[in-house]
């Protein structure tokens, strides 16, 4: 599993408020992601960190805001959150190891429901 | 842009039967990556196999097989014998490795029923 832990795993929160979803990984991967999951879409990148306090935006990062104050931890905000936000997120790490092959892996996925 | 297209939104078979998951990808790059993950009824993503654009050879573990083309940019996922605990939905992912490490672009999944 690469070490990834996603917290938490399972939320309910009220229109409009804040809510942060948090990534924690244990080795040291330079490369976190951000992805949300939703019927008929598949997986769809957020946001992404290339190092501490370096990220950018992903395919649908409307809503949504990440830090990365520490390598190991990459928090996603949702700083308002909507309906349109329920969803499943997941976590990944992505790395090219020292013999050239590319590893991605995920967190076990956060069930986030707004209501 | 690259894009992933897994036409097959659900397949059902009866236990015993091979079963072909299809995908079809497009992407200007000429290194890249493939990906197949499996998502079980649990939830989580299961990683099952990553192919490099410079290697087409076929690939086989167990029951499962995966057969690389590029000339028709495809990289379909074939289980033999399929048994209940395949039932599963999978996805077949695309990877940007240009900047920002290594993005991947997803299919919509195929959700597979195999039933005894």
């Known amino acids: 599993d690469a070490g990834i832990t996603q917290s938490p795993r399972h939320k309910v929160t009220e229109t409009g408020t804040p809510v942060t979803l948090r990534c924690h990984q244990t080795?040291?991967?330079?490369?976190m992601y951000w992805y949300r999951q939703d019927p008929g879409h598949g997986l769809r990148l957020i946001h992404y960190s290339y190092g501490v306090k370096d990220t950018d935006k992903g395919e649908v990062s409307d809503g949504y805001s990440v830090s990365r104050s520490k390598t190991e931890d990459f928090l996603l905000t949702l700083e308002s959150a909507t309906s349109s936000q329920t969803s499943v997120y997941f976590c990944?790490?992505?790395?090219?190891?020292?013999?050239?092959?590319?590893?991605?892996?995920f967190g076990q996925g956060t069930r986030l429901t707004v209501v | 842009a690259q894009k992933v297209t897994q036409a097959q939104t659900e397949i059902s078979v009866v236990e015993k039967e091979d079963v072909t998951l299809d995908c079809v990808y497009e992407?200007?790059?000429?290194?890249?990556?493939l990906f197949w993950y499996k998502q079980p009824p649990s939830g989580e993503l299961v990683f099952l196999i990553r192919r490099n654009s410079f290697d087409e050879q076929n690939e086989i573990s167990g029951r499962y097989s995966w057969n690389f083309q590029k000339s028709t940019s495809s990289f379909n996922f074939t289980i033999t014998a399929s048994q209940v605990v395949d039932s599963a939905v999978y996805f077949c992912?695309?990877?940007?490795?240009?900047?920002?490490?290594?993005?991947?672009?997803f299919g919509t999944g195929t959700q597979l029923k195999v039933e005894l």
């Open positions: 080795e040291n991967h330079r490369y």
């Open positions: 990944a790490i992505s790395e090219v190891s020292g013999t050239g092959t590319l590893e991605a892996f």
């Open positions: 992407t200007r790059d000429t290194t890249y990556y």
């Open positions: 992912a695309l990877s940007e490795l240009t900047g920002g490490g290594n993005k991947l672009t």
